[in-house]
């Protein structure tokens, strides 16, 4: 009678589990997510092995541990250890941070959802799946969201570019998120055949470079890069491997030259060293903004990622044919020009004056030509031809500042958009769409850099992407036109992941396909609705 009981019991228990949503199985064990009111989260979830001991500075591993007890997922994701300037206290995150978040809709009258699946930006520095809201896109209902973390700054991409320490280990973790959640995705209520991954700056060149993958057409049905892409001058770094020998005597592992000896080193010393290590790397403030980030590895390195120039990647067709869409903002720039124009408290005095004496010194760290093959003569030589394209013979000031902020726009972001979509047209399979946001928020990026409101600054860097991953206290009220572009931007977002037939919409406004054009085709968003354009060459 007893075991009879216990069998019964047994039974309705796991019957209780079954319907409750808040109760979610995989092949690990049974998750406890959290009843948010109008959706459900589940947070925090393992992917891979905590990268830390033995597995620092490796690829990562899939999470193989099984619970015994039900995983509480209820817990907020703490961001990988990073070295965050835009915070008061500039350390932040732990090293065990390899997880996702998962935000599920609450509608009875539906079974499956849709997934958009983020890769958070923040110059392959800092950020994490914290960081952006998700409450927008759970008050519209229609979207399962995934928010992914991956290892940033040193610990995510130092590398000295051999077999012993060859990088990108962030962009694998990012590789490896994508795979566990096209395995997972459905026991949560989301579609694996209706996936489209989504980024915003580093985020937005992490989804280009995960496109540049064959296999990612297995992983998602479309893919959205705002305001970044692997062809941007800030991607692909080439002096990482005098980075890493640097960052292990700044810790103090000596003046190392062998790969090896420098990783086992660096496997040794606390992480929190290694990621405060960061600040020797800056000339001033967050200048330069990634000094760590994506290299090109030896083709014979192991679980390589990228081996070859993402152009040439493009060039040989070997990528996923998906459809894919690339943005900018018309003053992107503002992202690192603004703090040129923030006030000395004591002097009063602004770093554009500043830059008349030190533009030869800072042009190549703001504009990420110190890396590259150029030598001294040829970089002062570029760094003198850019100054006199977009200033002429004026000096830098306040009243120059918004050809500079133009200066930073084109080269740092604009100038990638026209590339990529050339290359993708020419040698792609499928869809490929541009964009370009023109509605300046009120209180923006610039604003916050530059610590002043009396300058205007148009539309910068995320004032786009915040109103579909909302960016909480800096931006707390959003204006009606774009609370009408938000919902926009993701009814947008649910057409690509659904991959219905027919040209994809922003609103009134039909997406114009790129490939095989013979025009560059933008629609550009304005406070007033939106517009195709087009253009024989980049506007």
């Known amino acids: 009678m007893y075991l009879l009981k216990w069998v019964i019991g047994l039974a309705l228990l796991c019957t209780a589990y079954a319907s409750d949503p808040l109760i979610v199985e995989i092949a ?40 015994i007890d039900i995983f509480d997922a209820t817990n907020p994701p703490a961001v990988c250890m990073q070295w965050n300037q835009f915070t008061a206290e ?3 995150g732990v090293e065990d941070c390899l997880t996702v978040s998962i935000y599920k809709p609450k509608d009875h009258n539906r079974d499956s959802f849709p997934v958009v699946a983020q890769i958070p930006g923040g110059g392959f520095m800092s950020g994490g799946a914290a960081v952006n ?8 209902g229609n979207l399962l969201v995934v928010k992914i973390n991956y290892r940033v700054g040193p610990l995510g991409f130092a590398s000295t570019g051999d077999i012993d320490l060859p990088g990108n280990y962030g962009l694998k973790d990012q590789r490896l998120a994508l795979q566990w959640i096209k395995q997972n995705i459905e026991n949560f209520g989301g579609m694996p055949e209706n996936i489209v991954v989504v980024g915003h700056s580093a985020g937005g060149a992490s989804t280009h470079l995960q496109l540049l993958h064959e296999d990612f057409s297995q992983l998602a049905r479309a893919a959205v890069s705002m305001s970044g892409n692997a062809l941007n001058p800030w991607i692909i770094h080439r ?4 980075k890493a020998f640097e960052l292990g005597r700044i810790v103090g592992c000596g003046q190392l030259k062998d790969s090896a000896e420098l990783k086992n080193c660096l496997k040794s010393k606390p992480a929190r060293e290694i990621v405060s290590a960061v600040q020797s790397f800056l000339i001033f403030a967050y200048v330069p903004f990634a000094p760590f980030g994506p290299v090109l590895e030896p083709e014979d390195a192991p679980d390589a990622f990228l081996t070859q120039d993402p152009a040439e990647v493009i060039k040989s067709g070997k990528f996923a044919h998906v459809p894919w869409t690339v943005t900018h903002t018309s003053e992107d720039g503002g992202f690192n020009a603004a703090q040129l124009l923030e006030r000395n408290q004591t002097t009063g005095q602004t770093l554009i004056d500043i830059l008349n004496d030190r533009w030869f010194d800072w042009a190549p760290y703001f504009l990420f030509y110190l890396d590259s093959k150029r030598t001294v003569d040829e970089m002062d030589e570029f760094s003198s031809e850019l100054r006199q394209q977009y200033l002429g013979d004026r000096r830098f ?14 080269i740092l972001f604009k100038n990638g958009v026209k590339a990529s979509v050339e290359l993708h047209r020419k040698y792609g399979q499928s ?9 300046p928020a009120v209180n923006g990026v610039a604003q916050v850099l530059s610590n002043r409101t ?4 148009g539309a910068v860097h995320g004032d786009d992407f915040f109103l579909i991953f909302d960016i909480g206290a800096l931006r707390p009220v959003i204006r009606p036109d774009e609370e009408v572009i938000s919902k926009t931007y993701i009814k947008m977002l649910e057409d690509f992941a659904l991959g219905d037939n027919g040209s994809p919409t922003f609103g009134q406004c039909i997406l114009q396909n790129n490939a095989n054009s013979e025009q560059y085709q933008v629609l550009r968003i304005t406070q007033n609705g939106c517009t195709n354009e087009q253009y024989d060459q980049f506007p």
């Not at 406890?32 to 001991?53: F, M, Q, V, W």
Request: net charge negative; glycine share 6%.
């Open 28 to 67: 690990n064990g049974k998750l406890l997510g959290k009843d948010n009111g109008h959706y459900y989260s589940y947070e925090s979830i393992p992917y891979a092995e905590p990268p830390i001991g033995e597995l620092r500075f490796e690829a990562p591993q899939p999470y193989s541990n099984q619970w």
């Open 90 to 92: 500039k350390l932040q």
């Open 133 to 140: 809201g998700h409450e927008f896109l759970m008050r519209e």
């Open 239 to 242: 002096d990482h491997r005098r």
């Open 397 to 410: 000031s306040e009243e120059s500042y918004w050809d500079v902020q133009r200066m930073f726009t084109d």
């Open 431 to 439: 869809p490929v769409y541009s964009m370009v946001y023109n509605n």
């Open 454 to 457: 009396d300058l205007f600054f």
